[in-house]
């Protein structure tokens, strides 16, 4: 049985509410009472209770014929009511998180349909030593680290990747052997750094926000000046960009799917 560590000013009925709906995301199969009770740690009687509440609420479904629950609709569309924000103003406060963060420049980019991405917000650390990027500057899609991240989503023919990199422009290039190998581990990490390829002296993190059918929408960037951050730092600041990057994704394009990715993590 789990151990109930209770912050002080914590709401125990939210805590458990919260432990329950993450469970439930957790599972593939719907769940009686007394198997969430038991995995949650919650006593059977307030766990009955909750469940019955959020079964009200439609934040949980509960199948009358076997007694059990799985997650409800209300969970997706808790998510939907953040579409009508403007999408560079429901990122600007995790990019100003970041940049505090990482005392560096966090940028925000549209990747657009014809091959480009464009630079439509950023924020900075007043205190970093920092490059300076203009807003509306325009990139080929496939450059740099977002580039990388975006050629693991497209996930294209080695031909194909081929003749789209030998179009690139970089001032240190890497090689079409390496280029690929950092697109696998962007696909694996859901990160990717460029290290002085695009621009000499620059260091980029990235990671990209995706559509509900896994097409690349936009790009996270932070950018800083070669040495200023140690690389676990920057293998930090990927970590956070790609579950800023996660969360995003599933506030913009929800689905039940990745709500219930998102509570399990």
Known sequence: MKS???VQGEVGAVVHAIRILRHLAATTTPLGVAAIARETGINPSTCFNILRTLARARFVAFRDGD???TLGMAVAELAT???GLR???LIRPELERLALNYDMLLVLWRISEDGHIALIDRAHSETAVR???RLGLRLPALVGAVGRCVAAALDLPVAELRRR???LRWQNPPTFESYRADIARAGIDGWAIDDGQ?????QTVASIVTDETG???FGLSGITIADQHGHEILVRLGADLHEVATITSASLYPSVSRIAGMLQS
Do not use: I, S
């Open 4 to 6: 109930e560590n209770k």
């Open 165 to 167: 990199f030998a179009t």
């Open 131 to 133: 490059v300076e990027m």
């Open 87 to 89: 999408h560079a103003e």
């Open 198 to 202: 695009l621009y000499r002296g620059l």
């Open 81 to 83: 009511g953040l579409v």
């Open 215 to 217: 097409q690349p929408r």
């Open 67 to 69: 007694k059990t629950y």
